[in-house]
């Protein structure tokens, strides 16, 4: 079976014009292959580049060259010149992110946050309300936080409506950027349970996860960044 | 024919374990062309050579510092100002306003003021950054709010009176108010009024310039949220004006980096904000402040 993504030898480098013009490479050549149902989680010391390889991947960070393809049962689609508004429908449908940090709208309680990717494809506010309070439930989020803007949660409480608002949506790819960094035992095992069922319905799931345990129960296989340094420790030398 | 289909054996019902995937449909229809477009009032004053495209449900926020050239742009962009070469086009729903030789399709400046007047009527909606500028401060709030649907040809006084009231809820004024004139609200009570008067008659196209600005902090959260919402419930494609990164990040999907007078860099508003490509872009990027 054709994997669902496939990306071929990326290159990403920051130009800092404020800064004489550096051009810091972070990514050298990065291929890989991600299949329906299948968990890839990226590994390697922090700064190497896996987070950089999400924004990528939701458009977030441009590409320098290489590419990003999706492929559907009726065809493909090259994300890296995707034209800037296809990209809302991308992000809407096909490309989920659950990041590290919530980006805090003041005023939008818990709940709508998690409501949001739905009420955007045009679904019914009661059915939307209902998922994301299933969802906040199973999370063990206190229904006295849900009418609440998430500003002042806790890390752990704010991760747990981030994972919500992530996986409410269900999209084919799902980012994931440590969704387990700051939740206890209980809610970790309910985010690995989710992975699974994730998995299990064909979402492709491409993830950052530092913590061993869950790394171990939700990854089908692990790629280690470390080879696609070269790029960054052979240009510091030219500096 | 699907990929299951042709991999499953002669004879036997294909089985999908998984849902076909389908690729989306990621043409949504143009609302605004905008081609070349200048109008300079000196070297670098004004904007220059401008071209873009808006689909229909964006919010695109033009961001960039004062005299940039944005606030320009925006007034040729709503109709007010000719520009001194190039060209805007509208595709507008009613077909009426559409040229004799294109169906479907309008030239802002080709076409005479009663045409541009009545798209402002029936389609478009304009936001000014004072709200004195678009409001009648003499007369009561209901008929603020009343006099774009009497525009339209709305006479009937209870209907009127009804979507007032209406709308002075949506935009959280209290609808005790309705017969106040707008010189007694507080500064962000008139900019929520001067919104009720633009969406009540639900324009598929709005312009703001700077529509938080001059407002308190508290005030201009309060009003942001309420964009945000009214933005995705009435499906409104908006063009932004502003200065204020925080408020581009909030509410537009995609932003136009303007600098004298030209487009310096464009992208999906997340892409700009965190991968910034021109220099200006990362100046501006990183000279915000984050408390």
């Known amino acids: 079976m054709k994997a669902l993504l496939t990306i071929e030898k990326l290159h990403k480098d920051f130009v800092l014009h404020g800064q004489g013009g550096i051009a810091i490479k972070v990514m050298h050549d990065?291929?890989?292959?991600?299949?329906?149902?299948?968990?890839?989680?990226?590994?390697?010391?922090?700064?190497?580049?896996?987070?950089?390889?999400?924004k990528m991947l939701h458009g977030n960070y441009l590409a320098e060259r290489g590419s990003i393809r999706i492929h559907f049962d009726d065809g493909l689609l090259e994300l890296t010149d995707l034209p800037t508004h296809a990209w809302h429908r991308v992000r809407r449908d096909v490309v989920g992110y659950v990041s590290q940090f919530l980006r805090v709208v003041p005023r939008v309680s818990a709940r709508e946050v998690v409501m949001e990717p739905l009420l955007a494809r045009g679904a019914y506010a009661q059915d939307a309300r209902q998922r994301a309070e299933t969802l906040l439930a199973r999370l063990n989020l206190p229904e006295r936080l849900w009418s609440l803007p998430p500003g002042t949660f806790s890390g752990g409480e704010q991760q747990r409506v981030n994972i919500a608002e992530g996986f409410i949506g269900e999209h084919p790819l799902l980012l994931l950027d440590e969704p387990t960094a700051s939740l206890d035992a209980t809610n970790r095992d309910v985010v690995v349970e989710m992975i699974s069922e994730a998995k299990a319905r064909g979402c492709a799931l491409l993830g950052i996860c530092h913590d061993e345990d869950v790394r171990s129960r939700v990854a089908d296989r692990l790629l280690p960044l470390d080879e696609h340094l070269m790029a960054r420790t052979s240009s510091q030398e030219t500096f | 024919m699907t990929r299951s289909v042709l991999e499953s054996p002669v004879g036997e019902k294909p089985v999908l374990d998984k849902p076909v995937l389908e690729r989306p449909d990621l043409d949504s229809p143009a609302l605004l062309d905008v081609e070349s477009i200048t109008r300079l009032y000196g070297p670098g004053k004004g904007c220059e050579a401008i071209d873009f495209r808006l689909h229909a449900g964006e919010v695109l926020g033009i961001v960039g510092e004062s005299g940039s050239g944005k606030s320009t742009l925006l007034r040729i962009l709503a109709?007010?100002?000719?520009?001194?070469?190039?060209?805007?086009?509208?595709?507008?729903?009613?077909?009426?306003?559409?040229?004799?030789?294109?169906?479907?399709?309008?030239?802002?400046?080709?076409?005479?003021?009663?045409?541009?007047?009545?798209?402002?009527r029936l389609e478009w909606g304009l936001v000014h950054q004072n709200p004195r500028d678009g409001l009648r401060m003499g007369v009561s709030a209901g008929a603020n709010i009343g006099e774009r649907l009497m525009a339209l040809g709305d006479r009937h006084y209870g209907q009127l009176r009804a979507a007032g009231c209406d709308w002075m809820r949506q935009v959280e004024l209290d609808a005790e108010r309705i017969d106040d004139a707008p010189q007694t609200f507080s500064g962000g009570m008139q900019q929520r009024l001067q919104i009720a008067r633009t969406l009540v008659t639900r324009p598929r196209l709005v312009f703001m310039d700077e529509p938080t600005g001059g407002l308190d902090v508290s005030v201009q959260a309060r009003l942001l949220d309420m964009l945000r919402t009214l933005v995705r419930q009435l499906g409104l494609s908006v063009v932004l004006v502003t200065h204020d990164l925080a408020v581009a990040r909030l509410l537009s999907h995609r932003l136009l980096v303007m600098r004298q007078g030209r487009v310096v860099e464009a992208g999906l508003t997340d892409q700009i904000l965190d991968d910034p490509q021109h220099a200006y872009s990362q100046l501006l990027v990183s000279s915000v402040l984050t408390p």
């Open chain 2, 79 to 120: 109709g007010l100002e000719a520009p001194d070469a190039g060209r805007v086009t509208y595709y507008p729903l009613d077909r009426s306003l559409s040229d004799h030789s294109r169906e479907g399709e309008l030239d802002l400046y080709g076409i005479g003021d009663a045409r541009r007047r009545a798209l402002l």
């Open chain 1, 30 to 54: 990065l291929s890989l292959e991600l299949h329906r149902g299948e968990c890839l989680v990226l590994a390697g010391r922090s700064g190497i580049g896996k987070s950089t390889l999400l």
